[in-house]
Each structure stands twice: as structure tokens, then as C-alpha cells.
């Protein structure tokens, strides 16, 4: 049981990947430093990745008043909405492309959408224990999903989905069978 007040102390990388080397992956793949400890006489002490909390009248960040969180929330609402509509539409209109590219994928292990935006890359890494992770790498941005064997085929169809539905509004799929991608490695 979890108590309120409590604090958690991040765990290294090399231990996370003891118990889950896909998340251990996916963690070093963004970019998430590995603590290694240092050598010889140049042995630094001091902790990395923590800010320095203050609590001086100069640090303070004053709250929203009760109006702005409201709007900040409808902002939230709407731009959910728009997005949610976006996505449907998309995985509507480019269901069958899509289905292509998730096939494409699932029996290569890599996979190229060509879009008037750019080309999407999508592979697989597979891991022990039945665990996968589904990185997608887009011109205008970059996704990674952590999954089982058991539902990586409905991933990749919902993930390509999601990656073409975040590209600008005038990109559109280029038609076709997706390409093998042999750029990612």
C-alpha cells in the first residue's frame, strides 16, 4: 500500500532492466542518462538529474486563479476532442494501408508509411518474456510502446493510426505497399 506522503528514489537503469529490459530499453533510447560510477581521483559526489528546491519569496510560481484553470481545461477538452476525431477519421479512411504496414511490420520486424509529410519508420524489438516494443520515428515526431506478442498486431495498426494522425493536415498516406525500412537499425 502506497502512503500519500511518501517519496520514491529512482532506480537504475541496470536494475530495471534485471526485472524489464523492454522498459530498461525504451528508458536508454530517450535518453535517459546511465549512472556509472566514476574512476580514479575524479570521483564527484554530487547527485545528478535532481533540481534545487528553494523556497524563497523570489521562487515562488503563483497558482492559476479559478477562471484560468477552467479555460486551461477546456482547452485540454477541445484539443482532446479534435484529436480523438482526427485519429477515428484516420484509422477510417486508411484502415486497409495501415493494416498493410502493421503486417509489413510484424513479419519483417521493420516497416516504411510514405506520407506527402515525410516517411514514418516503424520496427519492432523483441524481448524475453514475450515483451516487445514498438518504436515509430516521424518527421514530426517519435513514439515507442511497450507490448506483448499477444498484442503488438493491434498496436502497430493503433499506433500508425496515432503517428499519422499527430502529422500536419495536409499530409496524407502515399498509396502503395509499404516499403521495407532498412534505415533503422
Given at each position: 500500500?502506497?502512503?500519500p506522503d511518501s517519496?520514491?528514489?529512482?532506480?537504475?537503469?541496470?536494475?530495471?532492466?534485471?526485472?524489464?529490459?523492454?522498459?530498461?530499453?525504451?528508458?536508454?533510447?530517450?535518453?535517459?542518462?546511465?549512472?556509472?560510477?566514476?574512476?580514479?581521483?575524479?570521483?564527484?559526489?554530487?547527485?545528478?538529474?535532481?533540481?534545487?528546491?528553494?523556497?524563497?519569496?523570489?521562487?515562488?510560481?503563483?497558482?492559476?486563479?479559478?477562471?484560468?484553470?477552467?479555460?486551461?481545461?477546456?482547452?485540454?477538452?477541445?484539443?482532446?476532442?479534435?484529436?480523438?476525431?482526427?485519429?477515428?477519421?484516420?484509422?477510417?479512411?486508411?484502415?486497409?494501408?495501415?493494416?498493410?504496414?502493421?503486417?509489413?511490420?510484424l513479419r519483417t520486424?521493420?516497416?516504411?508509411?510514405?506520407?506527402?509529410?515525410?516517411?514514418?519508420?516503424?520496427?519492432?524489438?523483441?524481448?524475453?518474456?514475450?515483451?516487445?516494443?514498438?518504436?515509430?520515428?516521424?518527421?514530426?515526431?517519435?513514439?515507442?510502446s511497450r507490448c506483448?506478442?499477444?498484442?503488438?498486431?493491434?498496436?502497430?495498426?493503433?499506433?500508425?493510426?496515432?503517428?499519422?494522425?499527430?502529422?500536419?493536415?495536409?499530409?496524407?498516406?502515399?498509396?502503395?505497399?509499404?516499403?521495407?525500412?532498412?534505415?533503422?537499425?
Amino acid at each position: 500500500m502506497l502512503v500519500p506522503d511518501s517519496s520514491f528514489m529512482p532506480l537504475p537503469i541496470w536494475i530495471v532492466a534485471i526485472r524489464d529490459p523492454a522498459h530498461a530499453y525504451m528508458l536508454l533510447s530517450y535518453g535517459e542518462p546511465r549512472h556509472r560510477r566514476p574512476r580514479g581521483s575524479h570521483k564527484n559526489h554530487s547527485v545528478g538529474g535532481y533540481a534545487e528546491l528553494r523556497s524563497g519569496p523570489d521562487d515562488v510560481v503563483p497558482s492559476p486563479t479559478r477562471e484560468e484553470m477552467q479555460a486551461l481545461r477546456a482547452r485540454g477538452a477541445e484539443a482532446s476532442r479534435v484529436f480523438n476525431a482526427r485519429f477515428e477519421d484516420t484509422e477510417t479512411r486508411y484502415g486497409d494501408l495501415l493494416r498493410a504496414t502493421a503486417a509489413e511490420l510484424l513479419r519483417t520486424g521493420r516497416a516504411t508509411l510514405r506520407t506527402t509529410a515525410g516517411d514514418m519508420h516503424g520496427r519492432i524489438v523483441r524481448f524475453r518474456n514475450n515483451a516487445v516494443v514498438l518504436e515509430i520515428v516521424y518527421p514530426w515526431g517519435r513514439s515507442q510502446s511497450r507490448c506483448s506478442q499477444a498484442t503488438i498486431a493491434q498496436s502497430c495498426v493503433h499506433n500508425l493510426a496515432s503517428a499519422l494522425a499527430q502529422a500536419p493536415a495536409d499530409a496524407k498516406p502515399l498509396t502503395g505497399k509499404p516499403a521495407r525500412n532498412p534505415e533503422l537499425t
